[in-house]
């Protein structure tokens, strides 16, 4: 009946209707497809606690994005974003996505570049760690740098005569003077004669470290001048010794005859003390053996954005105590009842009697790291991390409370451009493996604005347990489901047999000085970076199931240059 009803014009209209709410669930569809490959599935949750139990995730919620987003520091939005660089192309400034390869595992490509990792070459001699850097993930093609890529150069006759002859004398470049003869114009008692000239060779180990310090990276792992550096740290006369400020914990400022310094953090638990589980993550002592460890993890990881650290035995009495001028830290000297020589400082935390820093009974270990140059010479930036914690016994911070978060750091600068928010993912891989819950802020030096790699100073926290995992180190790759390829492509190599964190970890560590009288990590902590090393693949996995446009592809160029190579 009412079919017979139907007229033409009803028909039309009908017919009219389908084909507009046709086209309209066709783009609501587009629509929706388009969303969810920009943004991640993420956990549903909302409680840090949650974020325990993300790996592996399988939950498919999506989370309104929040539309305001106070910038994490002040300085930070204001900053203005330089133009990207063509010269780093290959380091990391293209976004690229090699189709749907990526989503599982490493394609053939990436298998042909990481190798099964079966062929370490054990009867050519070499060592695994030797074996690694000689992997060619770990000596990709770097574009040549440019001189305003360097932080400081040496500043030669005709540079000098320049800026006396200018008037206004604005020298924008940091320099450090090296005319002819560098010469100190105060004789201080027990520093050396300054004999330095422009002549590299005439440089100590130090302003070696200096002046080799680019855009990119703190050092490079080839360079001869790391060891180096690292044999002068723990070999040179100590002629000054004062607490440095800055910062919670005590630790020291030492000087050596030819200018040279180093930051000294003291040994304050027993190798295989596992940090009380009771403590909050800003309560924990900080350990030397971390800080030495995680310069080696991250030279490892093929970062190299930690100042190099090394381990040193120090006599407390001979070469703090008798020769310290800093009275604030001569007046905190005691002999222990069993006869040991101990001090404590003054600082914020842990620096009282009933937590001394004993000699056995002088002899004591502790960590130095190399100190950067001084800030008057390369002003650095202080960011406070978008993932920071609260810091508080009861609050949670914004990231724990709104899975979506990272979209809005995603849109703020300077994470919306270039590697800043691949770099911060890097830190996150290299704090999750060494479970350092204390990043609350990281360091960039000012001259290289944006475009530049992030010092990942201060690790003393790290290696506080080995029997847990904090998975919530690991929120800003969990939440943002991004990681640059290089990385990954490391993480990977080192996940193999051949290559296993833990067994280069175990060698590298070897070469410490401090190593004869202890491994500077247990056994437990190795397993632990395998382990945990394993989640974060886990993790990248899940991500990949889950997103689009996971891989920052930082090789372009780099495969076909490869898959040209014979087998
Ligand atoms: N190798 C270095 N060279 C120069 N300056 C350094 C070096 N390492 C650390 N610093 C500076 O000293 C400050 C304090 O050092 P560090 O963060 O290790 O101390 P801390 O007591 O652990 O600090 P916090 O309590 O804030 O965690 C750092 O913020 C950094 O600016
Ligand atoms: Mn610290």
């Known amino acids: 009946m009412v079919r017979k009803n139907l007229g033409r014009p009803t028909c039309s209209i009908y017919l009219g209707l389908a ?15 388009s969303v969810l490959q920009t943004a991640c599935v993420l956990p549903a949750s909302s409680s840090s606690s949650s974020f325990s139990s993300i790996i592996p995730r399988t939950d498919t919620h999506r989370h309104q994005s929040v539309s305001s987003f106070s910038s994490s520091d002040a300085s930070s939005s204001s900053h203005k974003l330089p133009t990207s660089n063509e010269r780093h192309k290959l380091n990391a400034n293209t976004l690229h996505h090699k189709g749907k390869d990526w989503l ?3 394609t053939e490509t990436e298998k042909k570049l990481i190798g099964t990792g079966k062929e370490f070459p054990k009867g050519k001699g070499l060592s695994v760690l030797e074996a690694l850097f000689n992997h060619p993930l770990y000596n990709l093609p770097h574009p040549e ?25 604005g020298e924008e470049e940091v320099a450090v003077s090296a005319n002819s003869q560098w010469q100190s114009a105060s004789q201080e008692e027990g520093y050396e004669r300054v004999t330095w000239t422009s ?14 310090i680019s855009r990119w990276e703190l050092y490079n792992r080839k360079d001869p001048n790391v060891p180096q550096l690292t044999h002068y740290l723990a070999t040179q006369r100590v002629l000054s010794a004062v607490q440095k400020t800055g910062g919670t914990q005590l630790k020291l400022l030492l000087s050596f005859p030819n200018h040279g310094q180093a930051l000294l953090k003291p040994m304050k638990q027993s190798r295989d003390a596992e940090t009380d589980v009771n403590l909050f993550y800003f309560s924990d002592f900080e350990r030397h053996n971390a800080e030495i460890a995680a310069f080696h993890l991250d030279r490892i990881l093929g970062f190299n ?3 190099p650290v090394v381990g040193r035995l120090i006599n407390v009495t001979t070469e703090i105590k008798e020769i310290t001028t800093d009275r604030r830290l001569s007046r905190t000297f005691f002999t222990s009842p069993v006869g040991n020589v101990c001090f404590y400082g003054q600082c914020e935390y842990y620096c009282s009697t009933e937590h001394p820093v004993c000699g056995q009974p002088h002899a004591l270990e502790v960590s130095l790291a190399a100190m950067l140059p001084d800030l008057a010479l390369a002003p650095r930036r202080s960011w406070r991390s978008p993932w920071r914690r609260s810091y508080s016994r009861t609050k949670l911070a914004q990231w724990q409370k709104e899975p979506a978060y990272c979209d809005k750091v995603k849109q703020t600068p300077p994470y919306n451009h270039g590697t800043r928010l691949v770099d911060l993912i890097d830190m996150a891989v290299l704090d999750f493996l060494m479970s350092n819950m204390d990043r609350h802020h990281y360091e960039t030096f000012e001259k290289f604005g944006n475009e530049t790699f992030l010092l990942h100073l201060d690790n003393g926290r790290a290696f506080g347990r080995h029997s847990r995992d904090e998975p919530s180190i690991l929120v800003p790759l969990l939440q943002c489901c991004r990681i640059r390829r290089s990385t990954l492509l490391r993480l990977r190599l080192l996940s193999l047999p051949g290559f296993r964190l833990s067994d280069v970890m175990r060698k590298s560590l070897a070469r410490d000085p401090l190593a004869g009288a202890a491994p500077l990590l247990s056994e437990p902590h190795l397993a632990a970076l395998d382990r945990r090393l394993a989640t974060v693949l886990q993790a990248v996995h899940t991500c990949q199931d889950q997103c689009g446009d996971v891989v920052y592809n930082d090789l372009e160029g780099y495969d076909e240059k490869h898959d040209q190579q014979p087998d």
């Open 19 to 33: 084909c507009v709410s046709l086209t309209l669930h066709l783009l609501l569809a587009l629509f929706c497809l």
């Open 104 to 106: 599982n595992g490493p």
């Open 145 to 169: 740098l440019q001189e305003d890529d360097w932080l400081l150069r040496v500043k030669t006759d005709e540079d000098a005569t320049d800026k006396e002859s200018r008037e206004d004398g």
């Open 199 to 212: 002549d590299a060779e005439t440089h100590p180990p130090w302003l070696r470290f200096h002046l080799g």
């Open 305 to 307: 954005r930690i100042p």
